[in-house]
């Protein structure tokens, strides 16, 4: 019968692993029948991994009445059934260890207020994006780039020899050569385009010494405080690549354009919040304005921010988010050297506007915005207002295939570089540029 009976199995059941046989077996010298057989898959799954986690213990309530002492086993030294826990006070140390370092109730820290601060960093998403920012900064949106700007790539002594194509060269050389792999990744060719293109600029200061009279600076920490209405709000962090220089950029607008801002109503966002997705905390320092360099730095003027988006892996913002953070860190380092020119108190429309320039890419999209501080009276709606000038979504080239694309027999996208706009990098040097000539 034993035989006939391992023939039943691996007939019936084929795919039953040797484990479940060898029981099944068991099952039939026990019962002395096949039709006992209840094969079952356990999919090699452990007992202990398979069983249920218990759940944790609730601790027990203690009920303190007033008047009744509880009866521990705390004298005794020893645990006694029947008796309570002792309750022991906490142990303090006579010195300073760091590793158990508890930090105080945040409402008995020095710097801790009751009034909340909102603050902007590297990798807030403003919900509005753009007007959102708009808002905060007390800024008009003037489309496009100032037409002075774009005219400064028109003369030849303001171009760089075989300009298209070095700059072709330079987009191959970040998407197709400078990796070992099949294709590299959007942080690393964006992030080698930029330098290709800053290096390029830089050739020129041959004929333009004002170049040499910059220098680049990497993860610094800014800090800039304001107040809009009621409410206190700050920037803090660090941003994309800043190019410092000696000399301030210079102004964009004239006296009587700035004037005409005073007659322009801002956008409001009702009924969202304004503060909507900004971080809002307790502890702060109110006039916290910290340019992220010393005072006697010897570049002391913010130039050009130059954004990557898309280079920070756990943060990924969307177009209109990622516009919005340019605006505000290109507003919190001007309004930061205008706290150092002319104090933080009081607020006043300036003499000499403050201009700082900002450019974002993904390696392929790029975004160019200039700003311009007319004024640190932030609190209301009224008066002078900053302007800010926006180019967006321009496209320095259409594609950049390693094999081409085909469908239905067709080459839809060719091998290689394709699609290339030359008119976008001119935008590109004529802000590298400005203030240099």
């Given amino acids: 019968m034993f035989p006939e009976s391992v023939h039943c199995l691996k007939t019936a059941a084929p795919f039953f692993p040797q484990t479940v046989l060898l029981k099944d077996l068991r099952r039939l010298c026990t019962h002395g029948g096949a039709s006992h057989v209840q094969p079952s898959r356990h999919f090699a799954v452990s007992r202990p991994l398979a069983a249920k986690v218990p759940p944790p213990r609730k601790p027990r309530e203690r009920v303190e009445i007033p008047g009744l002492e509880m009866v521990t086993y705390g004298e005794r030294m020893h645990f006694v059934p029947g008796l309570s826990k002792p309750v022991n006070p906490q142990w303090e140390r006579d010195y300073k260890d760091p590793r158990y370092y508890k930090a105080p109730p945040a409402h008995e820290m020095p710097l801790f207020k009751e009034k909340p ?36 790539t028109e003369s030849p002594a303001n171009q760089i020899p075989d300009q298209d194509e070095r700059v072709q060269n330079a987009i191959k050389h970040a998407r197709f050569w400078d990796t070992t792999q099949e294709r590299p990744g959007k942080e690393k060719y964006s992030n080698t385009l930029l330098f290709n293109l800053l290096h390029l600029c830089a050739t020129l200061q041959s004929s333009h010494p004002g170049i040499g009279r910059r220098i680049l600076s990497e993860k610094y920490s800014l800090a800039a405080t304001w107040k809009r209405g009621e409410d206190l709000f700050q920037i803090r962090g660090q941003n994309g690549l800043l190019q410092n220089c000696m000399d301030p950029l210079p102004e964009v607008s004239g006296k009587q354009e700035v004037g005409h801002t005073a007659d322009q109503v801002l956008e409001t966002l009702y009924p969202v919040s304004p503060t909507i997705d900004l971080q809002q905390v307790h502890m702060y320092k109110e006039q916290l304005n910290c340019t992220g360099f010393r005072d006697d730095y010897p570049y002391p003027h913010a130039h050009t921010l130059y954004f990557l988006d898309g280079a920070d892996a756990t943060c990924k913002l969307r177009p209109e988010q990622f516009r919005a953070k340019m605006l505000m860190f290109a507003f919190g380092n001007a309004l930061v050297r205008a706290h150092k020119l002319y104090g933080s108190q009081p607020q006043r429309v300036l003499d000499r506007p403050i201009t700082v320039q900002a450019v974002g890419t993904n390696g392929r999209i790029f975004q160019f915005l200039v700003l311009q501080l007319n ?22 080239y259409d594609f950049a295939k390693v094999r081409p694309l085909i469908k239905k027999k067709q080459v839809k996208v ?20 400005h203030g240099a000539v």
């Fill in 117 to 152: 601060c909102f603050v902007y960093n590297q990798r807030t998403s403003a919900l509005e994006g753009v007007r959102q920012a708009l808002w905060l900064t007390k800024t008009k949106l003037i489309p496009g780039l100032p037409p002075q700007l774009l005219s400064l």
């Fill in 375 to 396: 004024t640190t009276d932030l609190s209301g709606d009224d008066g002078i207002k900053n302007q800010v000038w926006l180019d967006e979504n321009v496209e320095l």
């Fill in 414 to 433: 060719p091998a290689g570089l394709a699609g290339y706009k030359p008119e976008v990098f001119s935008k590109f040097l004529a802000l590298y540029l």
